[in-house]
Nanobody, 117 residues
Framework: QVQLQESGPGLVNTSQTLSLTCTVSGGSITTSYYYWSWIRQPPGKGLEWMGAITISGVTYYTPSLKSRTSISRHASKDQFTLQLSSVTPEDTAVYYC?????????WGQGTQVTVSS
């Protein structure tokens, strides 16, 4: 059974870069399953898919965030990372990593990130 766990700072200052890591256990990000995604949920709003990295390292991003988002991976550690630059308080959200794209087979528990103004 694949399990995912997000980690990273819970508080980021405006204009800085938010960095989160997703650690995968029970599966490999390079040999098992195709898409590994980052998703967020701002307070009072719905889920927003931010982007994904594939089993071969190809990345996809939602257009509205593409200029500020970078997803990469550390294959040997079965980790993939999210970087979101130039953050504002509107980027405050619970951030999730998940297995899949559109339909998800496993989720991390989520991590709250607050952007201070």
């Amino acid at each position: 059974q694949v399990q995912l766990q997000e980690s990273g700072p819970g508080l980021v200052n405006t204009s800085q870069t938010l960095s989160l890591t997703c650690t995968v256990s029970g599966g490999s990000i390079t040999t098992s399953y195709y898409y590994w995604s980052w998703i967020r949920q701002p307070p009072g709003k719905g889920l927003e898919w931010m982007g994904a990295i594939t089993i071969s390292g190809v990345t996809y991003y939602t257009p509205s965030l593409k200029s500020r988002t970078s997803i990469s991976r550390h294959a040997s550690k079965d980790q993939f990372t999210l970087q979101l630059s130039s953050v504002t308080p509107e980027d405050t959200a619970v951030y999730y990593c998940a297995l899949g794209r559109g339909e998800y087979d496993a989720w991390g528990q989520g991590t709250q990130v607050t952007v201070s103004s």
